[in-house]
């Protein structure tokens, strides 16, 4: 096992220093390889670079056994994939097991958003009478006026904004991006910068633009926590997650006449086909609107 934590941990840095992943995607193909070599000890004593197609097979077929859906089993495949071909092209592995992998045929759905009627409920829950509903306002509100990913919100350091102007320097996923913010999202930021989270911070040195009430830098549990809070505080039905405000934010530009480019700068997508998946999603809305709205519908 010992040679499958040194593989590993290349695997690790490979995803980061060369593949530019997010830290979800890291630490969920590390799992899912953590627990393939759990499994190939279990049955066979065998390590991760023992596996051959057959093995890799049988536990994907042990994972619909238990249960588990096909989007967890498709990510699998996809980690499988990724692992063995560097491993293959390291001259780690004398052959690549997952080459042949089929990945799950999933139904694929059209990302949840929120009229902009929910967003205005949503942003209107945060109480500003304490630090706490300040700081909360201006997270929200900054969430839906760029769409950066709640990693990268939370990794905002205070250098990064720049009120005057009203812009934010976002850093995600190995690229820079400069990204405006509508008027409403610049006041609730700035009343925050200056009036609030100086009395915040628990040393005068911390860089992180928003922190908990600990004084130190928010974390992901910590905001969607708060999401959560607000949701439920607006009544609002549907399943809201930080990446609801990221989709609704794009579905919203493009809605009102946004260029795709452009959204897809914002957004920080490599691919325009990442970016294109909200115009299926304002079609789709334009077609709800029109079938409740029309008499002969």
């Known amino acids: ?26 630490a969920s193909y590390l799992r ?19 596996a051959g197609e057959k093995d890799l097979n049988e536990y994907l077929d042990y994972l619909r056994r238990i249960g588990k859906s096909p989007a967890t089993v498709a990510r699998c495949v996809a980690t499988f994939k990724s692992f063995y071909k560097h491993s293959f092209v390291t ?3 004398l052959q690549n097991p997952a080459a042949g992998l089929i990945s799950e045929k999933m139904e694929k759905k059209l990302p949840q958003i929120l009229t902009s009627k929910e967003v205005e409920l949503l942003l209107e829950q945060p109480e500003c009478t304490d630090a706490k509903g300040y700081r909360d306002r201006a997270m929200l509100e900054l969430l839906y006026a760029t769409g ?9 350091n205070v250098a990064d904004v720049n009120i005057p102007i009203g812009v934010i320097t ?13 008027t409403k999202a610049v006041k609730a930021l700035s009343e925050y910068v200056e009036f609030i989270r100086p009395n915040m911070v628990a040393d005068e040195h911390e860089q992180a633009l928003f922190v908990n009430m600990n004084g130190v830098r928010m974390t ?24 609801t405000l990221r989709h609704s934010f794009a579905a919203h530009l493009l809605e009102n006449g946004a260029d795709l480019h452009a959204i897809q700068e914002m957004l920080g997508h490599s691919d325009l086909s990442s970016t294109q998946i909200y115009a299926h999603i304002v079609k789709k809305h334009i077609k709800d609107v029109y079938n409740k709205a029309h008499p002969r519908a």
Not at 8 to 15: A, G, V
Not at 36 to 42: F, M, P, Q, S, V
Request: hydrophobic share 30%; charged share 35%; net charge neutral.
């Open 220 to 243: 992901r549990q910590g905001f969607w926590k708060i999401l959560k809070h607000y949701q439920a505080k607006a009544h609002i039905e549907k399943d809201i997650t930080p990446h």
């Open 170 to 182: 976002c850093r995600g996923r190995g690229k820079e991006r400069v990204i405006p913010m509508y």
């Open 91 to 93: 001259g780690r592995s």
């Open 1 to 26: 096992m010992v040679q499958d934590s040194e593989i590993l941990d290349e695997f690790r840095d490979y995803l980061k220093n060369e593949r530019n992943s997010s830290d979800n995607t890291i």
């Open 148 to 156: 950066i990913r709640v990693s990268e919100l939370i990794a905002l």
């Open 32 to 50: 899912d390889m953590r627990q393939l070599a759990d499994y190939l000890d279990l049955h066979g004593g065998k390590d991760l670079q023992d």
